[in-house]
Nanobody, 124 residues
Framework: QGQLVESGGGLVQAGDSLRLSCAGP????????TGWFRQAPGKEREFVAA????????YNDETVKGRFTISRDNAKNTVSLQMNRLTPEDTAVYYC?????????????????WGQGTQVTVSS
């Protein structure tokens, strides 16, 4: 699947927006489901959003639905996560990952390739 590289993290204030990007080799984004996960200090890593090769999307309904949007640009081999109306509870390291198509997109165990992560910090 090759290497995935996240970018776009940073320090913002509550209510601001950020756009994260995940870059990878063409094969990963043409054939695999791509997901975003996050891990806050002292907490388990949790599912944020995913996009299948068909374009079908899934979101963590409890925490980000309605504020975050995942999208894919196959021509640029990137998957983006647009994050709006950020709150301090969104502070975490955000990871991009790739999974075999057909595996449950919300399960961390479905993903076999991971990026190094990018830090998002939201101040109140």
């Amino acid at each position: 699947q090759g290497q995935l590289v996240e970018s776009g993290g940073g320090l913002v204030q509550a209510g601001d927006s950020l756009r994260l990007s995940c870059a990878g080799p063409p094969r990963a984004f043409m054939w695999y489901t791509t997901g975003w996960f996050r891990q806050a200090p002292g907490k388990e890593r949790e599912f944020v959003a995913a996009i299948a090769r068909s374009g079908h999307t899934a979101y963590n309904d409890e925490t980000v639905k309605g504020r975050f949007t995942i999208s894919r640009d196959n021509a640029k081999n990137t998957v983006s996560l647009q994050m709006n109306r950020l709150t301090p509870e969104d502070t975490a390291v955000y990871y991009c990952a790739a999974a075999q198509p057909g595996n449950p997109a919300r399960l961390e165990s479905s993903y076999t390739t991971w990026g190094q992560g990018t830090q998002v910090t939201v101040s109140s």
